[in-house]
């Protein structure tokens, strides 16, 4: 295997609601590209994640190639789907071993449409689609299970979106000023969930660059290095799975070289609470890490951003040498469906 | 025993709200204004309209923005002889690529003028509907009407077909 590691990143954290796409996404690509120390020319691949639905309109990912500059013409490709896929594709993409870096950009207007509907078109047309559950519904069903099965309560799912809130910096932070127990005393969203175990959806965009290893020495101090990276799937019907496990966390861990390695930081795309409980104990964390010091999904949680956006900011911090080892975790489709584990480390 | 289900109806309806950015929002607005803005690429120099944050060749910023003639060339063009649903024009018309005096981009309009008439090079400027129909769409042109110049010589916009 080629070494791959992540040398410049950068995201939105406070997108204005009169951008279109390509306004959004310019400046984080520039920004990444140049934090990244290389070029523009040196780049040999381009890939991108979106999705058609947020914006209710064909080929969105097409217009949003004017923000990278598609001349004379690159090598593209994209994904409808989190840019941490993205991300996996140019990984792969440099282990051809003919090109050395590769750009990799993600981006969510999730203010255009009602995003809780948007996703039920994810579902089955069969059986689940018709009935049109909203995403907070079926976040909201997991979480009964768990509580159900005894894996967390309504009160440890307060503590995470407390401990969540206000830590990072980002459009969707709202801090909590009450403790646990004021929290406990709001209503339900979606039983068991309330508006804080739910990240707010907001619009963003996050870009990164990521180099094979000389290239990646030669021109950053502290290369962000992926040392495993992983991602499975479960089944479509939510009835065949048990919810209560995230057996593709487990297993993408597993593959990625996790499962009892020291961490220092770990950053999960969890945009409910309990689903931070749930992939932070399918990736074994120990007491001793950082889980979501950034805020996680509570931070910023822009659709198809938020996953790309938790390994950049784990890489983030080994870039910029505050953590020498991390883990970051993204996913997508409904109830933790489908998930990528990827583990960061420093030089060593 | 009922008869198996072959066949569900499943609609499927999702509402947007969608924002035109920045840039186009600012080229539409003065659409009202019977003004057309473009801007200039800080990299490569060309004038790009409608008006865009960004280059989309170089994807560097605009430093300029320019309002730009209701004057242009006719670069290349169709007659349309198919009718669709919801037609406001009479069969053949001409509908162009005009590329206005001062930009690098050409738009697409409608040519008032017989269809066999219709030409590259040609000169045309457009009709600006009344203020009071004018909305923030290119539907404030009504059409472009051929100036009666003579046409354009192929050098002049060769580069931009």
């Known amino acids: 295997m080629r070494e791959v590691a992540v040398i410049g990143f950068a995201q939105v954290d406070y997108p204005r609601s009169d951008d279109d796409e390509v306004e959004m996404i310019s400046g984080v690509v520039a920004r990444a590209i140049a934090a990244s120390g290389i070029t523009k020319k040196q780049i040999g691949f381009t890939v991108s994640g979106s999705c058609d639905y947020l914006g209710g309109r064909p080929f969105s990912f097409v217009t949003a190639l004017d923000a990278v500059g598609a001349w004379p013409p690159i090598s593209e490709s994209h994904v409808e789907m989190d840019g941490a896929w993205a991300l996996y594709e140019a990984w792969v993409r440099l282990q051809h071993g003919d090109i050395d870096a590769a750009l990799v950009y993600a981006f969510g207007r999730t203010s255009q449409g009602d995003l809780g509907n948007v996703l039920a078109t994810q579902l089955d047309p069969y059986y689940l689609g018709p009935l049109w559950p909203d995403a907070v519904s079926l976040a909201a069903l997991q979480a009964r299970a768990m509580i159900d099965a005894g894996v967390c309560s309504e009160k440890q799912m307060a503590e995470v979106a407390r401990a969540r809130r206000g830590a990072g910096k980002g459009s969707g932070t709202a801090a909590t000023t009450g403790g646990v127990d004021e929290l406990l005393a709001a209503p339900y969203v979606a039983s068991p969930l309330r508006g804080h175990d739910c990240a707010a959806n907001t619009d963003g965009a996050a870009a990164m660059v990521l180099a094979t290893g000389d290239l990646a020495r030669r021109v950053c101090q502290r290369p962000a290095f992926i040392r495993g990276i992983d991602h499975r799937i479960e089944a479509h019907a939510l009835g065949v799975r048990d919810l209560t496990r995230s057996t593709s966390t487990e297993l993408a861990a597993k593959k990625a070289g996790a499962l009892g390695r020291r961490f220092d930081v770990a950053e999960i795309h969890a945009p409910y609470s309990h689903q931070e409980i749930l992939i932070s104990r399918a990736l074994g964390l120990g007491s001793d890490v950082a889980i979501n010091p950034s805020g996680g999904a509570f931070g910023a949680n822009a659709y198809i951003v938020t996953g790309l956006a938790r390994i950049g900011t784990a890489a983030s911090r080994i870039l910029d040498g505050s953590a020498k080892s991390a883990v970051a975790h993204a996913t997508s489709g409904p109830c933790l469906q489908q998930n990528m584990v990827c583990v960061l480390g420093d030089e060593r | 025993m009922s008869e198996p289900i072959k066949r569900i109806k499943s609609p499927v309806h999702l509402e947007y709200t969608v924002s035109a950015g920045r840039a186009l929002s600012r080229f539409l607005a003065a659409l009202t204004e019977a003004r057309l803005i473009g801007g200039r690429c800080s990299s490569c120099r060309k004038v790009y309209i409608p008006l865009r944050s960004v280059c989309p060749t170089c994807a560097a910023p605009m430093c300029e923005e320019l309002t730009i003639a209701d004057t242009g060339t006719v670069t290349t063009y169709c007659i349309v002889n198919?009718?669709?649903?919801?037609?406001?024009?009479?069969?053949?018309?001409?509908?162009?690529?005009?590329?206005?005096?001062?930009?690098?981009?050409?738009?697409?309009?409608?040519?008032?003028?017989?269809?066999?008439?219709?030409?590259?090079?040609?000169?045309?400027?457009?009709?600006?509907?009344?203020?009071?129909?004018?909305?923030?769409?290119?539907?404030?042109?009504?059409?472009?009407?051929?100036t009666g110049e003579p046409d354009a010589p192929f050098d002049s916009y060769k580069e931009h077909l």
């Open chain 2, 82 to 146: 198919v009718p669709f649903e919801g037609q406001t024009m009479k069969l053949p018309y001409v509908y162009a690529s005009v590329l206005l005096d001062g930009a690098d981009l050409p738009i697409l309009h409608l040519i008032q003028m017989p269809a066999d008439q219709a030409r590259m090079g040609l000169r045309v400027k457009a009709e600006w509907v009344p203020p009071d129909e004018r909305r923030p769409t290119l539907e404030s042109i009504r059409w472009f009407v051929p």
